[in-house]
């Protein structure tokens, strides 16, 4: 009787990653023959960057003794490996003298050093891959695929942005043209102006703008006027950007910015109604309740058109991870040709961690965030403004002037920022100490007691302080503001 033969399948081998474990050996045995070649490419790659881990470990302890200025050959090398496993597997000692025994790693030194590079990247992009695949087919927690996507590319960042450090060197020439174009592009906006501008010509004249790579701490207790002040400097760089271009001025050129505003308290229609009432001189409670004639809210609708394509974006989503924040703000680089020059976030303690302290250490958090901020202000070369809160310590003490130590919750504030600005308005607090109201039959001590009170008030009524308490870049000091709230604008005081 005959049998049916069955097609038996071919069993597929499994794939291996990519790898040239050949390079590694050439381009180590060439750094051992000529300690010049170790020199140029120690900071070239990482012990990570190689495929078999002994030769990882053998290129970090090339990178130790180099950076001791000690001779790197088989016999230097040997006692750091002596009880080495996988030393052992591979032969012991004795493999490190095999590695130079041929000098054809010397010819093309620098060109394996860079295929180790490209395929470590390779390796990192399938691990992503890898893990972005068992996250999205694991539904056992948590159905967020936004929150993944999110994930997934900040860590397709972190591999693209590995291995620049060569990049980063610049020559004392090149550090000199970029510092002398800063002086130009301050000469030609008038002076006193070499970063974005705030819009407050008193402020610019303090600080010469918001310069590129800055981490700025705007703080203050709530009343003060923060996201006023925020919204009022992020409005004037992006609308000084707007007339910059409608005038024919090179971007480059511009101390305006396209602004990218995280708002994690307010809504964005909220944002949008201050500055309108800015910008229409209308009331924005005014504005919230309906009550305008038909001529303020021609006003209004006349402001909206001519704000049309301010290139002001607003994120309102709350409760972002400072992950999160890294990628919209690098997706928003990207569909807009890379023309953010400014940052916004409203405020930094609404702000999450990564989740990976197991404590729950709020401080450790607070500090993980800020350097975090500050890392976005370096990687993307762009100044990023931080709002924060200020401790209640403020509110014991009889002078309320805000200082470095009220920072709230983390030191680390202070220290990862350049600079750190308090909003302060006594106003906020005379007002809160009004005496009572005199009546008929009252004595003349409280009638006397409440016409000192409103003198007082009067002094001090829409008058602001910018407290400028740290500046890398120059002199600490104060700016006196006026501060209207029925539109929540700031100003100069030679406005009025």
């Not at 970029?178 to 301050?186: D, G, I, L, T, W």
């Not at 309906?290 to 409760?319: C, H, M, V, W």
């Not at 990628?327 to 990207?334: A, E, M, S």
């Amino acid at each position: 009787m005959a049998t049916l033969a069955f097609p038996v399948p071919a069993v597929a081998e499994p794939q291996q990653l990519p790898r040239n474990v050949e390079a590694e050996a050439a381009m180590l045995g060439a750094m051992m023959i000529d300690n010049r070649l170790a020199d140029d490419l120690v900071d070239k790659l990482e012990p990570g960057h190689f495929f078999e881990p002994v030769h990882g470990r053998i290129f970090a302890a090339i990178k130790t003794l180099r950076g001791n200025d000690m001779l790197v050959t088989p016999v230097t090398l040997r006692p750091m490996f002596d009880a080495d496993e996988g030393m052992r597997e591979l032969g012991g000692p004795a493999y490190l003298a095999g590695l130079t025994g041929s000098g054809a790693g010397l010819i093309g030194a620098r060109q394996f050093a860079q295929q180790i590079y490209d395929l470590a990247m390779l390796r990192a992009l399938v691990s992503v891959g890898r893990t972005l695949v068992d996250r999205a087919m694991d539904t056992s927690e948590e159905v967020n695929p936004r929150a993944q996507i999110e994930l997934a590319e900040e860590e397709l960042f972190k591999v693209a942005a590995d291995g620049g450090s060569e990049n980063t060197v610049k020559s004392f020439a090149q550090a000199t043209t970029a510092a002398v174009k800063m002086a130009e592009r301050a000469l030609n906006s008038g002076g006193n102006l070499s970063g974005v501008t705030t819009g407050i010509d008193s402020i610019n004249a303090k600080i010469g703008g918001m310069h590129h790579s800055d981490l700025m701490i705007l703080a203050g207790r709530p009343g003060m006027g923060k996201t006023s002040l925020a919204t009022n400097i992020a409005f004037n760089a992006a609308r000084r950007w707007m007339r910059d271009m409608a005038d024919g001025i090179a971007p480059k050129d511009s101390v305006g910015a396209k602004v990218a505003f995280f708002s994690l308290e307010m809504s964005a229609d909220q944002l949008a109604t201050r500055i309108l009432a800015e910008q229409s001189q209308i009331s924005s409670e005014s504005l919230r309740m309906g009550k305008i004639s038909r001529t303020e809210f021609a006003q209004l609708a006349a402001a909206a058109a001519e704000l049309e394509n301010l290139p002001l974006f607003i994120d309102d989503t709350g409760g972002l991870s400072i992950g999160a924040l890294h990628t919209r703000v690098r997706r928003l680089q990207r569909r807009h040709n890379n023309e953010i020059g400014l940052v916004v976030v409203d405020y930094l303690q609404l702000l999450s961690g990564s989740g990976k302290s197991k404590d729950g250490n709020r401080v450790q958090e607070i500090s993980e965030i800020s350097r975090g901020l500050k890392t976005l202000a370096k990687d993307l070369n762009v100044p990023v403004l931080a709002l924060s809160q200020l401790s209640r310590a403020v509110e014991s003490r009889e002078d309320k002037t805000p200082m470095l130590s009220d920072l709230r919750e983390s030191g680390s504030i202070e220290q990862d920022a350049d600079m750190v600005w308090f909003v302060y308005r006594e106003d906020y607090y005379v007002a809160s100490k009004e005496p009572k109201r005199p009546a008929e039959g009252d004595s003349s001590k409280i009638f006397e007691d409440h016409a000192s009170w409103a003198a007082e008030m009067e002094r001090v009524y829409g008058l602001a302080e910018l407290i400028i308490a740290k500046q890398r870049h120059g002199a600490t000091g104060k700016v006196r503001m006026k501060f209207d709230p029925t539109i929540t604008k700031f100003s100069d005081l030679a406005d009025y």
